[in-house]
């Protein structure tokens, strides 16, 4: 308390007027963050029944009540699979090589700089990207496929990025041990540093499937619409569920704006599902738990 | 340090082994090596076929491709990319102006306020926002933002009217440049925070004690110690923070009413941007519509490129800094 009073009052009152603005910037960050998963939960439980996750839009008129998004959780499921197969191998390969063979050389630098770069490239650029090679150049069909590829690139740095971090997170101990027994670098790689690393690289891929699994642009380019149940993301137009929810939310009535926002909160659960078991994953396995 | 010991450990017995009985090596240095430049390829594939498909359409526009307002590449063939960049540079200044001070609020809160065991679970809290998906931000602010924002709206025309960007007449309100703005805020905020939120944690403890020592009060220790270390992370945080909202699209193609024209006004209807024309045009565009909708795209893609570049180079710049300086 005494050593309170020699600082002067203006300079105790500018302490404080900055404590309460620092405090008033946190709630205003989380006041939308309520309202939307208020909102999304009290409009979107009015239609989350059974009918909505085991029915399609086949069929349903522009006005018609009822319907769902069986489709397009189908559709969502299967692209955000495609996506993973086609990022995951690629991303923990290129991450492997930034860790232990690059070395901070010319290319690993150069490939470093360009996943930084590539996280912040706008997802409807890959959309436009898919279309414009896969469908317009090489003259493929709309389908689930072409809309994985654009996710897969979306989900590509996010997964170089922490899997990487993982990686730089295995001591060197453990692969010195290795080599000294005379084992090989890459079965060293495989064998040790990939099972070390492992909940942390599955924690950074589930966080990349869950932010891909939210977006709706890249989709909208490449997957095309469908009101139909198409269980084969290899040929013919698929849907989405964030799609879904543009879609619908895009019409006057009602109706549609109700299933809009049950779309919402499915895609939410979700979205927030993945990220929450990604979390409790790293969090179980840190070894830092204390801090 | 780590990286001497790597190479001393790992480089002979790597050369050794490799010789003697391991078949493996080379292709999985390959396979590795390969995926790496696989990434890199991919980015250059995406401004190759970007500018290859949309060469056609440019080729076929009669009108001015960076001056026209207009944007009919389905019918009149007329179309010009002025208004969209206008409408994605004006709501994406927006959006950083609201979100920049609140993220270092956060930022600041989560490193030097809130008590040391909740820190982490609120700094999650605020991570959440960016777990939100587009669309649902597009959905809340359709529903839910624009009706709230109406009476504030008006209330801004009537006493600040004056004010170039609070003018104009008739319909105040409604779907607006400050409504997309105020949601692209919104969904920046989490990676400007984050990133600030690391950079103000690395100032130097030495730094904030000896403040401290010399008698400072927190908010200047902060003001002394922690912003002066932070500006460049700030910086470039708030520069990807500006990329995201440029790129941002489900979102604002719900909220922006699609007009096509060049207006100072946040307050009336008025608004679009390059990626949310992209959304709500793609699915009406004739091949040569589709074509323009590319260009497009590749303008947006340049222009985050740029930007993104810019704060990397900053941030990796920082990071060597803090390196040495460690």
Known sequence: MTTVQHISAGRRVKDRLAQGLVYLAFALAVVPLVSVLWLVIKNGLARFDVEFLTHSMRNIGARDAGGGAYHAIIGTLEQVLLASLISVPIGLLTAIYLTEYGNGGRLSRAISFFVDVMTGVPSVVTGLFVLAFWILFLGMPFSGLAGALALSILMMPTVVRSAEEMLRLVPNDLREASYALGVAKWRTIVKVVLPTAFTGIVTGVMLAVARVAGETAPLLLTVFFTDSINNDPFSGPQMGLPLYVFDQAGRPNDTAIDRAWTGALTLILIVMLLNLVARLIAWWRSPARGR | ?326
């Open chain 2, 1 to 326: 340090m780590t990286t001497d010991v790597r190479t001393r450990g790992g480089g002979p017995a790597t050369r050794r082994s490799a010789s003697r009985r391991s078949h493996g090596e080379a292709p999985f240095r390959f396979a590795a090596t390969g995926a790496g430049i696989l990434l890199l390829v991919i980015m250059a594939a995406i401004a190759v076929f970007l500018i290859s498909e949309a060469v056609p359409a440019l080729r076929a526009n009669k009108g001015s491709f960076f001056t026209d307002l207009t944007w009919e590449p389905n019918g009149s063939q007329v179309f010009g990319i002025a208004a969209l960049a206008f409408g994605t540079v004006l709501s994406s200044a927006i959006a950083l102006v609201i979100a920049t001070p609140v993220a270092m609020g956060v930022a600041l809160f989560i490193s030097h306020y809130a008590p040391r065991r909740m820190a982490g679970p609120l700094g999650y809290l605020v991570d959440l926002l960016a777990a939100v998906p587009s669309v649902v931000y597009g959905l809340w602010g359709v529903t839910f933002l624009v009706p709230l924002l109406k009476k504030p709206s008006e209330w801004l025309n009537a006493h600040f009217g004056w004010f170039p960007l609070f003018a104009g007449e008739g319909a105040i309100g409604g779907k607006t440049m400050l409504a997309g703005g105020v949601v692209l805020a919104i969904m920046i905020l989490p990676i400007i925070a984050a990133i600030s939120r690391e950079v103000f944690l690395q100032t130097p403890r030495m730094n904030e004690e000896a403040a401290l020592a010399l008698g400072a009060t927190r908010w200047e220790m902060i003001r002394m110690a922690v912003l002066p270390f932070g500006r460049p992370g700030v910086v470039s945080a708030a520069m990807l923070g500006l990329g995201r909202a440029m790129g941002e699209t489900i979102a604002v193609a719900l909220i922006f009413p699609a007009t096509f024209d060049i207006s100072f006004e946040i307050l009336t209807p008025h608004g679009n941007s390059i990626a949310a024309n992209i959304a709500n045009g793609f699915g009406e565009a004739t091949p040569i519509g589709r074509g323009a909708l590319i260009a497009s795209g590749l303008v947006l893609f340049v222009i985050t490129l740029l930007v993104n570049m810019g704060a990397r180079m900053i941030i990796n710049r920082r990071k060597e800094y803090a390196r040495s300086g460690a």
